[in-house]
């Protein structure tokens, strides 16, 4: 079979790709070998920064499949019609680890959803876990800092993440989350979803209502003790990766079932606690889940590097019928990924293959480094205009959202329960689990001081004294509730 003439990336054909061009068999080199400098300078140019977090990550493509009416609260056209299937593309990652770390950490599992809708692509960016570590944006930095390595020691510091937390204690929900048996899946296939924040519905009447997004596995849930984890890492730095590539290839497609819970603006109102605070859930017995629809992965990316590591989701990417809330995290977060993109991908991010909408895209942004879109040109390349350029459509104004206060800087921890909700979770956890809970939390203190130890048991405390005499007995301390630290953050 002809092979193809291979050629420099200015397409002119290569005689010889063994050997450069010397003075003599023994070297040295010309300069005029450009066939050698542009292999070498492109070499030098093979990565990109890596993701600031969830930098491990593995992906696939797939559908959604709407399955039940979801129409009287939603106009969006993904849930149109029931049996509507629409293209989708799912990244999942680790947090904390850089883009070689294992797979098979303790870690929160990163669930980044793109779906290319006919209204331009949805991305819903969750975790595998319903909750987060903090519920003021201004907070996430110093909380990612407490994850990554030390300055000096270029380790991970236990100290540090119980500094943090036992200093946060809106935390506790999700810490609990993370050392409890899932906190460390067997692979991604066996998670759950979440699209964790509270979003708007906009229906065809223009009525708003909240939603949370839920991904149930029907894979099940399954997980590692810390020692099966280790095991694994020991001979197999890519699990999950393995899993989800192998599955796919051998025709096992994933599936997770697509729910929703629903609130109406005025039980907002009413709720006992606040709807958008991140570090919290919605009870299912107030906020039954509602079935939607069913997402399969069946389609492995053709290029990594292309398809994924280039892939870019941000939670400012929402289609009509589908918008924000006042959650504070969700709203800095409308800020920050494209903020990320521009920088980690490029200006252009949205227009590469992966990211690049499959409906049509229509802006008046021009020119800008690495501007490969089709070449086109127009009269029309300011708006308004009359020469026939694209024009916005009142039909899609969203409701007004009703808000109100003064501006201040509102102190987040001020009457909010931090402990209920951590507290539920510890009692519904079979005695086995609540006892991996125990042994988790004692293993990832080890060498931390004491007073912080105790800071953090008053926590576990005020979520269940069972919680908290479990990990005790798990660290062989002794120790008893004083009251004198769990409500109050030292630095508040
Ligand atoms: P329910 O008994 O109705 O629901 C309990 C939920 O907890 C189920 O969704 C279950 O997931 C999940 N769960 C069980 N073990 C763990 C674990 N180790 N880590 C994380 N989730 C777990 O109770 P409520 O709705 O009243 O919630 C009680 C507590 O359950 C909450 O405080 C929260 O911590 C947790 N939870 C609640 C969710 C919600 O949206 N209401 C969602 C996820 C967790 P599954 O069905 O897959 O087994
Ligand atoms: C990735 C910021 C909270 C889930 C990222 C990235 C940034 C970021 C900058 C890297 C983006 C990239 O380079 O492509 C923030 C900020 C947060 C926040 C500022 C809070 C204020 C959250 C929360 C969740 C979450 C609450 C889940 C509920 C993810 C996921 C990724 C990610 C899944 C990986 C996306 C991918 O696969 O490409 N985050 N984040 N983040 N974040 Fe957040």
Redesign the pocket.
Known sequence: MAKPQMTTTGGNPIADNQNSISAGPRGPLLLQDYQLIEKLAHQNRERIPERVVHAKGSGAFGTLTITHDVTKYTKAGIFSEVGKKTDMLLRFSTVAGERGAADAERDVRGWALKFYTEEGNWDLVGNN???FFVRDPLKFPDFIHTQKRHPRTNMRSAIAMWDFWSLSPESL?QV??LM????LPLSYRHT?G?GSHTYSFINAKNERFWV?F?F??QQG?RTMTNAEGEAVIAKDRESSQRDLYEEIEKGNFPKWKMQI?IMNEEDAEKCPFNPFDLT????????P?IDVGILELNRNPENYFQEIEQSAFSPSNIVPGISFSPDKMLQARIFSYADAHRYRVGTWYEALPVNRPKSAVNTYHMDGSMNFMEPKSSNAYYEPNTMGGPAQDDRFAEPPLKISGDADRWNHRDGNDDY??????FR??SDS?QQQ?FSNIAEAMQGVPREIVDRQLGHFHKADPAYAAGVAKALKVEWEASGAYPNEPALA
């Open positions: 876990t319903p909750v929900h609990t989350i409890s048996d899932r906190g759950n979440y949370k839920h149930k596995t849930i819970q919290k859930v919605w009870p299912h017995a107030d906020y889940v209920t909700q951590p507290g539920n979770l519904l956890m689990q809970l």
